[in-house]
Each structure stands twice: as structure tokens, then as C-alpha cells.
T-cell receptor
């Protein structure tokens, strides 16, 4: 079992729809959780960070964390074609900056 | 733009050679982490440098080594290159503090080993 697992995808949604991306992790001691967006051939770009249980909203993006279920998700509202990318979930243990990444979910938003 | 820079952008080497990749961290950051990302996979943690010392290492052999300089820039060295070392190498800088471990990635170096 991988330490961080994401839906393998690909995920396809129509423009304007809600895209839901999911991630589970195995280390119960994990403290910090991140979502990155990665366009083809580019490096990961930070979208959201979340540290506490519950929801965190930033514009069209909402991250949800449930530490008891070891689950973190990302919702993208009003999806746009420019949101088409691979989304990476990253989890940090108690030590700073040593992220464990999932393999990503590729999202395609169709006009 | 994150303010993290990496050089070179692309590199082609042959098996058995050695390579050095460079990274300049974002202003105000004191920690640099290196990751290897193979095609179709997520980044894999290689090691982290904090205050010029290695501060944690992933499951990579000793032929992967690094340095951090007083200005917090960093190098990744890989000896005896193997075909499987072909990947995107990512440098991420961060500021080590309480709940401030957000990392910002540079553009990466694409290494091809023939």
C-alpha cells in the first residue's frame, strides 16, 4: 500500500461543473497537507495548504481534511479548461518540508 | 513565479557519468529539499538541507549527494548515472518553522541518461 494514494483518473468534467479530487494517507502522525497543480512539462504549483480538520476555501478551490479518516480532498467549483492538469496531493510528517506525494490525478475540463 | 531557480533546464548524460544540478532558494527561505519525479509518478523525496546540514533522506542510494551553501542555495550531485535516473529533478525551498513548512518548487531540471 502506498503512503499517499489518489484516484488514478483520468477525471473528466464539463466546463462549469464541480471537480472532486480525493487523497488518502497512511501516516496518522501527518501534520500538513497540500494540493499542487502540475501542468504537463512544468513543476508543481501550490494551490492549497490545510492543517486542521474541516474545510478551507480559497476562491474556486476548497480543501477538506478529515484526520480521523486519513482523508483529504480538493473541490474545484466552476471548473475551467485552464484547470486541466495533474493534481498532486502531498502529506508532511512532523518534520518540515519532507513531503510524500501521491502519483496525481489528471483532470480534463471539457469546454 | 516562486522565486526558486534551477539550472540547467535540460541535461543529457550517458550512463556512468556524474552530474551536478543547482538550485537557488526563494528569498527568506532557509531549507531546500530535492525531489525526483519520474514520468507519470509523483515527486519522490531525495533529501533535505537545513543550515548546510542534511536533514533527512529518502530511499535513495549514497551516489545521490548534496550540499547547501551559506546563502541557502544548494547542489544535487549524482554519481555513476543509471538509465533509471532519467527524470525531472525538482528543488523546493521553504522556511522551517512551526506550521510554516510550505514548499515552493523551482522549474526543475530534466535529466536524460542514455
Amino acid at each position: 500500500q502506498k503512503e499517499v494514494e489518489q484516484n488514478s483518473g483520468p477525471l473528466s468534467v464539463p466546463e462549469g461543473a464541480i471537480a472532486s479530487l480525493n487523497c488518502t494517507y497512511s501516516d496518522r502522525g501527518s501534520q500538513s497537507f497540500f494540493w499542487y497543480r502540475q501542468y504537463s512539462g512544468k513543476s508543481p504549483e501550490l494551490i492549497m495548504s490545510i492543517y486542521s480538520n474541516g474545510d478551507k476555501e480559497d476562491g474556486r478551490f476548497t480543501a477538506q481534511l478529515n484526520k480521523a479518516s486519513q482523508y483529504v480532498s480538493l473541490l474545484i467549483r466552476d471548473s475551467q479548461p485552464s484547470d486541466s492538469a495533474t493534481y498532486l496531493c502531498a502529506v508532511n510528517p512532523t518534520n518540515a518540508g519532507k513531503s510524500t506525494f501521491g502519483d496525481g490525478t489528471t483532470l480534463t475540463v471539457k469546454p | 513565479e516562486t522565486g526558486v531557480t534551477q539550472s540547467p533546464t535540460h541535461l543529457i548524460k550517458t550512463r556512468g557519468q556524474q552530474v551536478t544540478l543547482r538550485c537557488s532558494s526563494q528569498s527568506g527561505h532557509n531549507t531546500v529539499s530535492w525531489y525526483q519525479q519520474a514520468l507519470g509518478q509523483g515527486p519522490q523525496f531525495i533529501f533535505q538541507y537545513y543550515r548546510e546540514e542534511e536533514n533527512g533522506r529518502g530511499n535513495f542510494p549514497p551516489r545521490f549527494s548534496g550540499l547547501q551553501f551559506p546563502n541557502y542555495s544548494s547542489e544535487l550531485n549524482v554519481n555513476a548515472l543509471e538509465l533509471d535516473d532519467s527524470a525531472l529533478y525538482l528543488c523546493a525551498s521553504s522556511f522551517s518553522g512551526v506550521l510554516t513548512d510550505t514548499q515552493y518548487f523551482g522549474p526543475g531540471t530534466r535529466l536524460t541518461v542514455l
